[in-house]
């Protein structure tokens, strides 16, 4: 449950550096999944919890046209931290592949949702 806090303050951490800075949110999307992945690791669940939440966010950031964005939250800090060892990764992917699936199911309630223009 703390996870889901800490992952809505980064979210409107990076709405706060987007709007007083103006920065775009593919360069805000490489600090949010840095500052994701050492929570993670140091007070967090580890890296299943990682790479879950890093699926719904690359889902949710491609489905609305954030192309640099999706680029960022790509899983690169768990690949450098493996030293890109693919035999030690290959266990963590299946949870990014739950973490697209969320996040397809969220992208598609939000359309739910949304009236048309």
Do not use: C, H, S
Request: glycine share 12%.
């Amino acid at each position: 449950m703390l996870d889901l806090f800490v992952a809505l303050g980064l979210f409107f951490l990076a709405l706060t550096v987007i709007r007083r800075f103006g920065w775009a949110w593919g360069v805000v999307g490489v600090w949010l999944n840095l500052l994701w992945f050492i929570y993670q690791n140091e007070l967090g669940q580890g890296w299943l919890i990682y790479m879950r939440g890093v699926g719904l966010a690359f889902l949710l950031a491609a489905g609305y046209r954030q192309y640099g964005l999706a680029w960022a939250l790509l899983p690169w800090p768990l690949l450098l931290a493996g030293r890109f060892e693919m035999q030690m990764l290959w266990p963590y992917f299946p949870a990014w592949g739950e973490g697209l699936m969320l996040g397809a199911l969220v992208y598609l309630l939000t359309g739910l949702f949304k009236r048309p223009a």
